[in-house]
């Protein structure tokens, strides 16, 4: 089993900047693929960022640019640094891993993005 705890969420305004940080139970090592996807009130859940265990990483077409996905293995952390953000871009992140036998989730951090 793994947690996964997000922080970094909050209020900003367009044009605006967040960093979302994921920390992780145990060695980061053991996840073949981790990533970040929100969810927009009454819109389904998306894939906003992915990193593989080899540093492959893979971003939704609208935040190519603005957003970054990277990770620090000594902290066991995952990061999604947000700049240019857009009021389209408010949403529950949520932080996600998944290793050879599961998928974890962490419990969501809010972005707003509101003038």
């Known amino acids: 089993q793994a947690q996964l705890v997000e922080s970094g969420g909050g209020l900003v305004q367009p044009g605006g900047s967040l960093r979302l940080s994921c920390a992780t139970s145990?060695?980061?090592?053991?996840?073949?693929?981790m990533g970040w996807y929100r969810q927009a009130p009454g819109k389904q859940r998306e894939l906003v960022a992915t990193m593989s265990s080899g540093g492959t990483t893979n971003y939704k077409d609208s935040v190519k640019g603005r957003f970054s996905i990277s990770r620090d293995d000594a902290k066991s952390t995952l990061y999604l640094q947000m700049n240019s953000l857009k009021p389209e871009d408010t949403a529950v992140y949520y932080c996600?891993?998944?290793?050879?036998?599961?998928?974890?989730w962490g419990q969501g951090t809010q972005v707003t993005v509101s003038s």
């Open positions: 145990g060695s980061i090592f053991r996840f073949t693929v």
């Open positions: 996600n891993a998944m290793d050879f036998r599961n998928t974890y």
